[in-house]
């Protein structure tokens, strides 16, 4: 029953749950950018393929009614967390002299898509805590509900979460 306050805080519980374990999903891909980029010697940062994913996620943003500039902070700041990830990786392997991987996978073909096939769902999921997001309740639970992300370092997901904090 939708009127029931404890159903729908349920609710809610698991959406923040979701939104998590799909930014921990997403972040989960950058050391596969790091090696594909170790072995490459691309760069880390490719602010065309940002600006790309930026006007993607805010077309689809408004097809939805997610405020689109929400939308894009939310995801700036997911490409700041996954590059600090590729860049202390990076560092370490330059320590090591990590020599190139093998196998590697390749950039475009294997590992872009699994980070476009994330955006849609992740702009759904920020749909769903963005109306509430500074209520008591729901910053409550950002806190709470944070798990999926233990495994980044402090850093890593202070960035990844600074846009769904408030004031
Ligand atoms: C993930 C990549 O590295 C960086 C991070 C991006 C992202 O998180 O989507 C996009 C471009 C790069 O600045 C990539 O090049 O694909």
Redesign the pocket.
Known sequence: CTHSPAVATQAKEQQVQHLFHLIAQ?LE??PL?ARS?WNSGGA????A??QF?LEEVQKQALAIGLNPRFAADFFQS??DA??LI?QQLHQEWQQQNQAPFSPAPD?ARD??PV?DALSPQLLTAIKQVEADRCQPYMQRLLQTEASPLAQFNTEVRKIAVRTLQCP
């Open positions: 997403r891909v950058a950018v980029k880390i940062n490719d602010p393929r940002e994913i997911q490409f996954g590059k590729q950039l590992v872009r980070l």
